[in-house]
Every structure is written in C-alpha cells, then in structure tokens.
C-alpha cells in the first residue's frame, strides 16, 4: 500500500514519455501540408487545433493557404476546424472550446501533417501534400486531397499524384442554411460512460475487500457496499469530467481540485450510506479514489482509456 501512495504524486506529476527513437537504416521524411483555396472562402476562417497526449487544453492558430500545417510533437492530435470568421472575432481570445462549440465544424477528413522515418531502400525525401476545400455550410466542413509531390535524392524526377473531386452530398433544398448545427460530442460521452463503469467497478471492488477483510466486523450488507459504490461515482465523476475543466486549465491544480472534491463528497457518502464513522469513512473514500486514480493513469498511459 506505502508503494502505491509513493507511485501516486510521481504518476500526477510527470506525463507519460515517449521515445523517439530512429531505426536503423533509415533517414527522416519531411512533409509539408497546405489547404491551398482557403481564400475563396473569405467569410470562414480555418484553424488548425492541436491537443497533446493526456492534456484537454487545446492550442489552435489561423491557417493561410501558403503555411505548411503543424502539429508540432509527433503524438499531438491535429484537427481541421472552420468556423465564420464574425464569430472568431467575437470571442475574446482563449475563451473558444474549440472540440465541443457548436459553432465550430471540424473537417470531414483527418490530415496527418508529421513526417516519419523510412527505410534507405526508399529514395524518397520529402513530401508535399495540397487539399482544398470542396464547401462550407453550417453543417458540413469538406475538404479533400487533391495532389501530391514526392521528391526524392537519388536524382529520379519529381512524382505528381493528381486526385478526384470528391461527390458531396447536398443538403435537402428546405434544409435552414442559417441554422446552428448541434453538434453533439459522442466521442467525450462515450469515453465518459467507459470511464464511470470502470469506476464504479474499481470502487465496489474496493469497498466490497475493505468490508469483508478489516472493517469486517461491521457486518455491511453486499447490496448496501453495492449501492454505495454505484452512487458514489455517479454523483461526484460528471463534476471531475465536465464541471472542472471548465474552470481550471491547469493539469496539476485540476486534478488536485477534482480529486480533493471527489474524496470530500465521497466519503460524507459512505458515511451516511453505510452508518459508519466518518473518519473510516474519509479513510475508505482516499483508498478508493486514490487507487481508482492510479489504476486510470497507468491505463491511459497504455492508452486503453
């Protein structure tokens, strides 16, 4: 127990490294990355968003037609956005939530701006990668690939790969142009719901082996430890998923708030629900929240959360 509490502030402190080495027999592929008509849309204006690994702060800059599109570290996530360019001057700088506003519409295709390391077999040293944009609408954000150039340093030509126009689908004729889309965040419900059963797993776990070894003697119903462990994540992990990142951008003060409210409300939980006295109870609530924590950071450092 002492190793897992001593695991617990080097895990909150320090991000997940990564390690970059080059293969053997290889050289570095630079790409170069442009939406090159991004001018004949002059009312939108189309940011790149980049977000790194284990972080929810999103940093985001206004792309031009001639800018090679970065996504700066190699594990970084990079998304496309359009939006109309009154909106963006509307809102104060920093304040847009760019994954989740409404009025934000993200590409319909993913680009993938970093280069890479390639065997010496292939010649090829650098390429560049021109989209364009096919339309923008309130609901519809559609771009596609339209050439490449490959360039090599064995001395062979370059190589010129032209792409089709894409078909879009037009919206119905009495579909309200000037309505606002709601986009719904499928992705972020989804990881929450994962993450809550996997919670509420982990701390009935937890409770049931607290109850049944050292505090066995309080003879605590299975469906009491049961309910317990269900009510207690569903009313404290919707605050520590959606509630604080609104307010604190931080990774450390987040985590550290977010928890702390998480133990406090938990523990006047057990306390009530299970008849116990509350500095057992507050003990119960660090071991289980303290555990369900580091067990959610390793796993998301494998990355399967």
Known sequence: MRRIFFLLPFLLLFQTSYCDIVPENSHFVQKCVKITNIKDFPN?????????????IVESYILNPNDCIEKGYKFNRLYIMATRRSYLESRPKGSIDWLNDRNIIE???????????????????????????????????????????????????????????????????NHKTDEIPEIYPHTEIFNFLKVLLLTVFIETILL????????KTLQIENKLLLLTGATTSFLTLPYVWFVFPAFIQSRIPYILYSECFAVVIESVLIYKLLKIEYKKALLVSI???????????ILNSMSFL
């Open 208 to 215: 049931f082996l607290l109850f049944k070894t050292k505090y």
């Open 287 to 297: 071991l289980c929240n303290g555990i369900s924590f580091l067990i959610g950071l």
């Open 107 to 173: 590409s319909s295709i993913s680009i993938d701006s970093g280069g890479g390391n390639v065997s010496n077999d292939n010649p090829m040293s650098s390429v560049e990668e021109y989209y364009e944009i096919v339309e923008i609408t309130n609901t519809n954000f559609v771009i596609y690939k339209c050439k490449e150039l490959i360039r090599y340093n064995d001395g062979r030509p370059i190589t010129l790969k032209k792409y089709p126009f894409p078909e879009v689908r037009r919206k119905p004729k």
């Open 44 to 56: 939108f204006s189309i940011v790149a968003c980049t977000q790194r690994p284990m972080e929810r």
